[in-house]
């Protein structure tokens, strides 16, 4: 994300102008924009124009509009950002208090201003902003027949491609079908892998499968490259990494990025920063139950304590519509930075960020035991989330 300005006022007050640069930006604006917030960015709206002799001519204009938003739309696979609401600053093209649907769109300016921007928000912009935080890993999650693309962000897992073919199945003394069609589904694979992973960001791409799957496809691949002279595949080899997984679908992930190997071959990525936070908490909820607890509650008890050594808080909370209840989240997170505990803010759009959402969407390892946590009843949480 490219910063053009920022003007905020010390009643936190003002305005920023940013410019989305890829897909993760767009998650980052989508993130950003609240409802209420006004947002200004070029757009083309439909004009009719009446001549003297009384017949009308529509044509297509663009214009910079501002708009106080009211409905967001975040399209997940084509990355879009459409965000709908009324005009509020006179244009020669659009009426006062019109409707308009302003698109965000990669590598085109937009200026947000709110009221009050509060730490969560301000953060992101600096994390969005630094050019160290990009994507960096990309997993192909497979068994006979079908396989996943997946690219892992910082902040997003995204299925670029998904792969489901028929496979015949072996046969006494007829397993010429069965090779064929194994070598149509690693062939539709690769070509899958060479059009969605820019090997130029990518430090990293895990190839995960049940049994030995992931082996003989890595020998395909490796045989189709040295035949057809593929240097792209050849000489980024050394990035792939073979692991086992229990399953070819999206949610092995999860125990994908947990494995040793691949925590030390991608720690310096979020994701997996994630993936370990959220295991210390089960293991520490297993453990020693009195030092792990999820809920609004409860975490807003512990924070008061100053017990909370990790925060695990997912980003989908920061952008609920009521703004008492966001600013209750917002608060939860300051005083646990302000008593030097350790926040990490998930990504729903993460395997691990989907798993912390079932568990209320937040929760906290703490620092010490709190066993009269126990006594109050969290179930008020799961019914306020």
Request: charged share 25%.
């Amino acid at each position: 994300m490219k910063l053009i300005f920022k003007n905020i006022e010390k009643d936190y007050g003002g305005t920023v102008a940013l410019v989305p640069e890829n897909p993760e930006d767009m998650w980052h604006a989508y993130n950003l924009i609240c409802e209420c917030d006004r947002v200004s960015g070029s757009t083309i709206r439909k004009v009719q124009t009446e001549s003297s002799t009384g017949s009308t001519n529509s044509t297509r204009v663009r214009t910079t509009l501002t708009i106080a938003v009211e409905n967001i739309d975040f399209d997940t696979q084509a990355c879009t950002l459409r965000l709908k609401g009324r005009n509020i600053i006179e244009n020669q093209y659009v009426k006062m208090g019109a409707y308009h649907t302003l698109d965000i769109e990669q590598n085109r300016q937009f200026v947000l201003e709110k009221i009050k921007w509060d730490s969560i928000a301000l953060d992101r912009i600096d994390m969005a902003c630094d050019v160290n935080q990009n994507a960096d890993v990309a997993a192909v999650v497979m068994q006979d027949g079908i396989a996943n693309i997946c690219l892992i962000t910082s902040n997003m897992t995204i299925v670029r491609a998904k792969i489901d073919q028929v496979i015949p199945k072996k046969r006494k003394g007829m397993v010429t079908q069965h090779e064929k069609g194994l070598h149509r589904f690693y062939e539709s694979v690769v070509q899958a892998i060479l059009r969605h992973v820019n090997f130029d960001v990518v430090k990293c791409v895990i190839i995960a499968s049940p049994g030995f799957v992931k082996d003989q496809f890595m020998e395909y691949m490796t045989q189709q490259a040295i035949k057809s002279d593929n240097k792209l595949l050849m000489e980024n080899k050394s990035k792939f990494m073979l692991v086992h997984s229990s399953s070819g679908f999206k949610h092995s992930l999860k125990e994908i990025l947990a494995e040793s190997t691949v925590v030390s071959r991608i720690s310096d990525t979020k994701a997996a920063g994630e993936v370990k936070a959220l295991e210390n908490f089960y293991a520490m909820l297993q453990t020693n139950p009195s030092r792990a607890f999820y809920g609004k509650k409860h975490c807003q008890v512990a924070a008061a304590s100053q017990a909370i050594e990790t925060l695990l808080v997912s980003d989908k909370l920061f952008r609920c519509q009521d703004i008492s209840t966001r600013k209750e989240y917002v608060d939860l997170v300051e005083n646990v930075r302000e008593a030097g505990g350790d926040v990490k803010i998930f990504s729903s759009m993460h395997i691990s960020g989907e798993q912390l959402d079932s568990l209320s969407g937040v929760a906290a390892v703490l620092r010490f035991p709190m066993s009269d946590l126990d006594e109050s009843d969290g179930s008020e949480d799961l019914d306020d989330e």
